[in-house]
């Protein structure tokens, strides 16, 4: 799906007081390799987040650093035939902290922008109940704003059980309701 339809239909499912206020914007840098881009939400022209592949894959890379380190892995062994070479405990110990690092930038809230909106996409094509208590946390964050999340159930969202982007999510909603939402 084209970005431009992407965010006119998402942009479309925000709660009133919210629809025409926020708006979500991607940029692609096509001369770098495999046109890393960044997608950034603001509301009233103001940024609120942005998540960028490059700025992701900057944090990844000094994490791994740092857990190659930690976990002292050995070097490549690059004598060995490339069978042996590939099932080596040094490749395999290499590919679990490079995972391993994704995932502790994932938690500290660095998420790449192509992640980012494959999850807006899933988001538009769930059904709400299932986008309410989906695994990513972009996608459930989302239903924060939707049009279909009543003032009642909303005010009866646990806030002590949020994630902090989900939290975020929730603030802003909050304070862009009227004084009769409360």
């Known amino acids: 799906m084209k970005w431009s339809k992407l965010k006119q239909l998402s942009e479309s499912k925000l709660c009133?007081?919210?629809?025409?206020?926020?708006?979500f914007y991607l940029t692609v840098h096509r001369k770098t390799h495999d046109q890393k881009s960044i997608l950034w939400v603001t509301l009233d022209g103001v940024e609120l987040f942005r998540f960028s592949d490059l700025g992701f894959e900057v944090k990844s890379n000094q994490v791994y650093e740092n857990l190659i380190k930690e976990r002292e892995i050995k070097p490549i062994p690059w004598h060995m035939p490339l069978c042996e070479l590939l099932e080596s405990e040094e490749v395999k110990s290499l590919h679990r902290s490079s995972d391993d690092a994704e995932e502790i930038v994932r938690m500290h809230g660095v998420y790449p922008s192509w992640e980012m909106k494959n999850a807006l996409f899933d988001y538009l094509n769930l059904p709400f109940e299932e986008a309410r208590v989906h695994e990513h946390i972009f996608i459930?964050?989302?239903?924060?704003?939707?049009?279909r999340l009543g003032k009642r159930?909303?005010?009866?969202?646990?806030?002590?059980?949020?994630?902090?982007l989900e939290l975020m999510?929730?603030?802003?909603?909050?304070l862009s309701e009227d004084a009769s939402f409360t």
């Open 140 to 147: 459930r964050s989302m239903t924060i704003w939707d049009k």
């Open 153 to 164: 159930r909303f005010r009866e969202l646990q806030i002590e059980k949020l994630t902090d």
């Open 16 to 23: 009133e007081s919210l629809n025409g206020r926020l708006q």
């Open 169 to 174: 999510f929730y603030e802003i909603r909050f």
